[in-house]
């Protein structure tokens, strides 16, 4: 009975949770908008990753309530790819 009460409960409880969300970064981009629609805009707020430059945002969020700022995600010490030659013969 114990057993049954607390299967309900632990399914209950995992279907409830809240849904997670997924990153907001795209780490391909190195500076990200974060867009502040207010609570009368209604659709809350957001990132938009997929800007190369500050200046290229900024000029986006011109006359919007938006920020631009440096993307966490971004790979800023990466070594560049190593291309490898194939030895023919």
């Given at each position: 009975?114990?057993?049954?009460?607390?299967?309900?409960?632990?399914?209950?409880?995992?279907?409830?949770?809240?849904?997670?969300?997924?990153?907001?970064?795209?780490?391909?981009?190195?500076?990200?908008?974060?867009?502040?629609?207010?609570?009368?805009?209604?659709?809350?707020?957001?990132?938009?990753?997929?800007?190369?430059?500050?200046?290229?945002?900024?000029?986006?969020?011109?006359?919007?309530?938006?920020?631009?700022?440096?993307?966490?995600?971004?790979?800023?010490?990466?070594?560049?790819?190593?291309?490898?030659?194939?030895?023919t013969g």
């Amino acid at each position: 009975m114990r057993f049954s009460f607390g299967l309900i409960m632990t399914a209950g409880a995992l279907l409830t949770a809240a849904p997670s969300h997924a990153q907001t970064f795209d780490p391909r981009y190195p500076v990200c908008m974060h867009v502040y629609s207010g609570a009368n805009g209604g659709g809350g707020e957001w990132y938009d990753c997929s800007f190369t430059s500050l200046p290229q945002c900024r000029a986006t969020a011109f006359g919007r309530s938006a920020i631009c700022d440096l993307n966490p995600y971004y790979p800023l010490n990466a070594a560049p790819p190593r291309f490898r030659h194939r030895q023919t013969g």
